[in-house]
């Protein structure tokens, strides 16, 4: 990874306590998790709005804070590209003047100039004589995208930037901020407490709850990884069950989930023993279900149930299935899915999971 940004801040507001530690290198992040968790604050932080009390936040090779040595670099000379949560335009400037803001110390013809590159890039053709109050949330978001672009930052941060949009804008957006990232190539950091903008845009995710990070890692690392069970619940891991570890092979753990023995991959760089306690984890999405012409049928974890409650999406069906001998496993899949397996007709269904979809992680009780 090319290391964009590395922070560790140190902040207290009241009874708030921020303790956060991140690397970011050139690429798209999000700092993902409930309101109320400092992932605001991490952004003022590093755009110079507020002073942690203690810490160090180092811009590629430009140190922008170091508490010990006494280094605090004013927020204007950062290059640091903010976008706060509501744009904070100018209510009174066009679009043109208010991407053209930050380029004062410029002629106005080369500002100009600039300011109509951002606008061909952002979208925003056509729109430069209008006021803030005549555009759509989507065009107001790209005024916003465009005039933080303008200073040429070295790094962007976006504050829950989809928040008052629609979905079908909030994909659009998305892809548009995704593509400027690769073509800026610089460290693109965006906060948000919605699980599918977090999974579906973000190539590096920082899980933060009460002004801590609780893990960070890929996208993958921590959707299908989590460290713990507040983490696997915050990123919507779905099937956690506490279950009691009954035998340990070389490459296989076999666990005991109510009447069940399921098989998991030995999890790397832990040592289990039987008879401990450890919380398992399966997305909805990793549980199959066995079709009704599948006479011979040897996949591991083979379980009996039936649906108990099913709910649809777009294009997708969530389902509850009770299982014989105990517990109750959630399951999602795609509609297409879902007719072709004859489940509209069905309640009583088989379901197997893959050993390593199985992902254990320490017991909490």
């Not at 100018?90 to 803001?101: A, G, K, R, S």
């Not at 465009?146 to 994909?171: G, H, N, T, Y």
């Not at 030995?266 to 289990?272: C, E, I, R």
Request: aromatic share 8%; with cysteine.
């Amino acid at each position: 990874m090319t290391l964009g940004l590395e922070a560790q801040i140190f902040l207290h507001l009241g009874s708030f306590q921020l303790k956060a530690h991140l690397q970011v290198g050139n690429e798209l992040a999000t700092l993902f998790g409930p309101s109320g968790a400092g992932k605001s604050l991490t952004l003022r932080a590093i755009a110079g709005l507020v002073r942690p009390h203690a810490g160090r936040i180092v811009l590629g090779s430009h140190v922008l804070f170091d508490s010990q040595k006494g280094i605090n670099i004013p927020p204007q000379r950062r290059q640091v590209g903010y976008v706060p949560q509501g744009y904070a335009l100018f209510p009174h400037l066009t679009v043109e003047e208010n991407i053209m803001y930050p380029l004062h110390h410029l002629p106005r013809a080369e500002r100009r100039k600039q300011a109509a590159a951002l606008m061909e890039m952002t979208g925003l053709r056509g729109l430069e004589k209008r006021k803030p109050h005549q555009l759509s949330g989507g065009q107001q978001q790209r005024v916003a995208l465009a005039r933080a672009l303008a200073a040429k930052p070295r790094i962007l941060l976006l504050d829950e930037p989809f928040s008052a949009l629609d979905r079908a804008l909030r994909q659009e957006l998305g892809q548009e901020i995704y593509r400027l990232q690769r073509q800026w190539d610089i460290p693109v950091i965006m906060v948000t407490h919605d699980f599918s903008d977090a999974f579906g845009l973000s190539q590096r995710v920082i899980v933060m709850e009460q002004g801590e990070v609780l893990q960070e890692g890929s996208r993958e690392e921590v959707f299908y990884q989590p460290r713990n069970r507040r983490v696997a619940q915050m990123v919507a891991m779905g099937n956690i069950w506490p279950a009691l570890v009954e035998e340990v092979a070389a490459d296989f753990v076999y666990l005991r989930w109510h009447s069940h023995r399921l098989q998991a991959n030995a999890p790397k760089d832990t040592h289990l023993k039987p008879g401990q306690k450890v919380d398992a984890c399966v997305r909805p999405v990793h549980v199959m279900i066995r079709r009704p012409e599948d006479e011979f049928y040897s996949r591991p974890n083979l379980l009996k149930g039936y649906i108990i409650s099913e709910a649809m999406d777009i294009d997708s069906y969530t389902l509850i299935v009770a299982l014989e001998g105990g517990g109750e496993v959630l399951v999602q899949l795609h509609s297409h899915a879902y007719f072709r397996l004859g489940l509209p007709h069905r309640k009583e269904i088989e379901i197997s999971i893959y050993p390593h979809h199985i992902h254990i992680i320490p017991y909490e009780p």
